[in-house]
């Protein structure tokens, strides 16, 4: 089991960046496939971006393609989500998750969420 915790959310403005941490604990970092989803008010859960246990394999949404980049640091057991030129429509919780091997997209394949990060983008 891995227990997953956010942060480096908050209020910036457009355009600008911000960096989420997930830490985990539990078991061992690298094994897991982790991922980013959001969710902002009124709408379902999105997919962000994901990294594979090796970090060398990642998949990030065509909403944020080019502006955000996930990575990981396995001897840290954390992962980050670089967001850049931040715009309104990227408010939103983002939530880490953690699938124990290959996963992509789907909420369905992970396993353990973390309890999320505020981020608004103001105009």
């Known amino acids: 089991q891995v227990q997953l915790v956010e942060s480096g959310g908050g209020l910036v403005q457009a355009g600008g960046s911000l960096r989420l941490s997930c830490a985990a604990s539990?078991?061992?970092?690298?094994?897991?496939?982790i991922g980013w989803f959001r969710q902002a008010p009124g709408k379902e859960r999105e997919f962000v971006a994901a990294?594979?246990?090796?970090?060398?394999?990642?998949y990030v949404a065509d909403s944020v393609e080019g502006r955000f980049n996930i990575s990981r640091d396995n001897a840290k057991n954390t992962a980050y989500l670089q967001m850049n030129s931040l715009k309104p429509e990227d408010t939103a919780v983002y939530y880490c998750a953690a699938s124990p091997g290959v996963a992509g997209p789907s909420i369905m394949e992970y396993a353990y969420w973390g309890q999320g990060t505020q981020v608004t983008v103001s105009s």
């Open positions: 539990g078991r061992p970092f690298s094994t897991y496939t």
């Open positions: 990294t594979t246990w090796c970090g060398s394999t990642t």
